[in-house]
């Protein structure tokens, strides 16, 4: 009992997020951090690509915060400083791409797929629908050779 304890323990805390800020890297208004941590929390760890810089712990990761806090510090909007980080990394450090007329196709997708799929249920039904047999009941001669193939 005492290890499935230990085990679930252990299951529970690699769901925890990393917390991978520094205590180094906090700024001291606490107004300002909060908006670097929703900024960080928006941004791809470009070595991990699945993690947020917020949650990283990559070399990478620690540079972009400070990137962030050190625009913030300017007194950069926070508008500004995605700008900026996208304009040295590009699109694919966000996290939830921008809908922009290059992202369409990649917002429209899903939309497209899901009508795509209801029309070729749609057709596929109406294809059985006319496929089906129309009903025509047997003659005495298939309904005895029916019953005889059943008795066997």
């Known amino acids: 009992m005492a290890t ?3 085990i679930l323990m252990l299951g529970l805390a690699t769901l925890c997020p990393a917390l991978a800020v520094n205590p180094d890297e906090v700024l001291a208004d606490p107004a300002l951090e909060a908006r670097a941590r ?3 929390a928006q941004l791809r760890c470009m070595v991990c690509q699945n993690q947020s810089i917020d949650d990283s712990n990559a070399e990478l990761a620690k540079d972009l915060r400070l ?5 913030l510090a300017r007194g950069d909007t926070d508008a500004a400083v995605i700008d900026y980080v996208v304009s040295r990394y590009g699109e694919f450090v966000l996290l939830k791409p921008r809908f922009e007329g290059k992202t369409l196709i990649l917002w ?6 899901l009508v795509a799929g209801g029309t070729a249920m749609l057709l596929a039904g109406r294809g059985r629908r006319q496929s089906r047999a129309t009903g ?3 003659s005495a001669e298939e ?5 005889s193939m059943l008795d066997d």
């Not at 429209?108 to 797929?113: E, I, S």
């Open 4 to 6: 499935m304890v230990v």
């Open 67 to 71: 990137i962030v806090r050190e625009r």
């Open 38 to 40: 929703a900024l960080s």
């Open 136 to 138: 025509v009941p047997l």
């Open 108 to 113: 429209g997708a899903p939309v497209l797929l």
């Open 143 to 147: 309904e005895a050779r029916l019953r």
